[in-house]
């Protein structure tokens, strides 16, 4: 799930970065390549933005081997996360 | 003399029959063969208040009706755009239909397409002054102006449908020109072959009340000639796809159900008996389906699920849609069964099999629901409610031919758009979403 999860945070990471700063990143290749994924984070980690810090946080986590640590979502503001078994039906298929 | 006038009497007499012959003979008019004008003593207030009903009930199927069934089902970053491919098409195919539209479906021509005797809707007469008006040779109790409107929402709900199969990754003006062309290319001459009485489908008797091909089989064929051509999403049999929100799409196949009463009732274009069994059937057949999709998602899963419901629901509407008019309440019951089982195949094992990502299974529902429902038209209809017998082959012929040619001219059009302005969208703009790629919208 690792690999997914790193997918899943280049992502955002992606779109964070997009409209704050307008830079793009190459998401699919910070998902693969480590050393590209660290230039990503050093550029990301200078950006205020909590929600930007908070996922450089998770994925230099990924990057050291260890899970990435879960944010408690905040009171009204994200919606909540999906549970496993409900998210795995929806791998490949809609029905 | 007597003799002389015995023999003149066999003579007189063909003399006589000569003279008389006229006024023996059958003097109940052709029925029309086209739109004509008439007095407005002719049009039946019943009929016509219904079918304006039916016409309502009909657009609220796609706006919001499929827009919020459809939106519900795509990711977050892509419900903004989901829901605005309804809303344009609605739009898109309304003045295309007017234009010409209306015209090649439904006025006389050749069998495979009809004339341009309305383009832009000439002829088409209400003159209060001098009280005439114009009306359909299909419905010449109602103006014609109302069944252009009926018939349009079908235009509409079709093409519409054909975007779940893309949903997620199709570039906004490639969707709007593949549309045009298609609802002008595929949809008015299909809906020539059977609704039109010259048409080749229907002069062979196939019967399909409200759009089981011209709709569903339609719409399905084009879906997945659409999914093969514009290739998986990316991540799909990798990542979950999760739906925004099925409370959406619930609200959405509620409109839908309701809507088809307009869709099936209102195809009777009278406000009659037949209008009212094909509600009955209608109603019967959606539950039984419904029914039938949690009764085997519960064997097979051990569960019932919202979106199961929905699915169940939608493929017997789907499927009753041909038989409608022709069917009673037995052939209701084993059209939805076999309907729920069918399409819970279409959209899950036999989507497997075909290996395209079909977003929304619109060929699995859509498609296949309009395959039952077109074939098994041909074996529970009821000549007393009908008033004519169906044959499985004609049948058989009407879904099959309307299958290939959608699916031969949607793969047409498709390389067309595809070679003059591409037709997805790049990766980044799939990652960051149709929503705020395309839009600039999102939903926060």
Redesign the interface.
């Known amino acids: 799930m690792t690999q ?1 999860e790193r ?2 945070l280049a ?1 955002h990471l ?2 964070r970065l ?1 409209r704050s700063s307008g830079r ?1 990143v190459d ?2 290749w910070m998902a693969q390549n480590d050393e590209y994924a660290r230039e990503i984070l050093r550029l990301a980690a200078s950006d205020p933005d909590p929600e930007t810090q908070n996922l450089v946080q998770r994925f230099q986590a990924l990057l050291g081997g260890r899970p990435a640590p879960r944010k408690p979502a905040p009171a009204a503001a994200r919606p909540a996360s ?1 549970e496993p078994d ?10 | 003399m007597r003799q002389g006038a015995g023999m003149l009497r066999p003579g007189l007499a063909a003399l006589l029959l000569l003279a008389a012959g006229p006024l023996l003979a059958d003097d109940t008019p052709a029925a029309p063969t086209a739109p004509f004008v008439t007095t407005l003593d002719k049009i039946n207030s019943g009929d016509t208040a219904w079918m304006l009903a039916s016409t309502a009930l009909v657009l609220l199927m796609t706006i919001p009706g499929l827009a919020l069934f459809y939106a519900g089902m795509v990711r977050k970053k892509n419900v903004i755009g989901t829901a605005l491919q309804s809303f344009t098409i609605t739009c898109l195919v309304t003045v295309l239909w007017v234009v010409i539209g209306y015209s090649l479906a439904f006025t006389p021509g050749t069998p495979w397409i009809g004339g341009l005797s309305r383009v832009l809707l000439g002829g088409v007469t209400f003159d209060k002054n001098q009280n005439l008006i114009s009306v359909s040779h299909v419905a010449s109790t109602i103006p014609e102006t109302v069944l252009i409107m009926f018939q349009l929402t079908f235009a509409i709900i079709t093409p519409a449908l054909i975007a779940g199969a893309f949903a997620e990754r199709m570039r906004f003006g490639a969707m709007v020109v593949f549309m045009s062309l298609w609802s002008l290319l595929v949809y008015a001459p299909v809906a020539h072959w059977v609704w039109e009485p010259g048409g080749w489908l229907a002069a062979m008797g196939d019967q399909d009340f409200a759009g089981g091909t011209v709709v569903h089989i339609n719409a399905g064929a084009a879906g997945i000639v659409c999914a093969y051509m514009l290739g998986k999403r990316h991540g799909y049999g990798r990542e979950p796809f999760i739906p925004y929100n099925l409370a959406f799409t619930m609200t959405g196949a509620a409109l839908l159900w309701v809507g088809w009463f307009g869709f099936n009732a209102g195809s009777a274009t009278a406000a009659d008996g037949r209008a009212g069994m094909a509600m009955l059937v209608t109603q019967l057949a959606t539950a039984t389906a419904a029914l039938t999709w949690m009764l085997t998602e519960w064997m097979l899963r051990m569960r019932v699920s919202l979106l199961g419901a929905c699915s169940g629901a939608v493929a017997g509407l789907v499927a009753i849609t041909p038989a409608s008019g022709f069917v009673d309440q037995f052939g209701a019951l084993a059209i939805g069964a076999v309907a729920g089982i069918g399409c819970y195949w279409g959209a899950t094992g036999l989507k497997k099999l075909l290996g395209a990502d079909d977003s929304l299974d619109v060929f699995g529902i859509h498609g296949i629901g309009g395959m039952i429902g077109a074939i098994l038209t041909g074996v529970f209809s009821n000549k007393a409610i009908s008033g004519a017998e169906a044959n499985l082959l004609t049948q058989c012929i009407g879904a099959f031919a309307t299958l290939g040619y959608s699916a031969v001219m949607s793969l047409l059009i498709l390389c067309v758009v595809k070679w003059t302005m591409g037709l997805r969208v790049d990766a980044e703009a799939e990652f960051t979403g149709l929503d705020l790629s395309q839009h600039g919208e999102q939903i926060p």
């Open positions: 997914v997918f899943s992502t992606y779109v997009r793009v998401a699919m999906v409900v998210a795995q039906h929806y791998i490949g298929t809609l029905r």
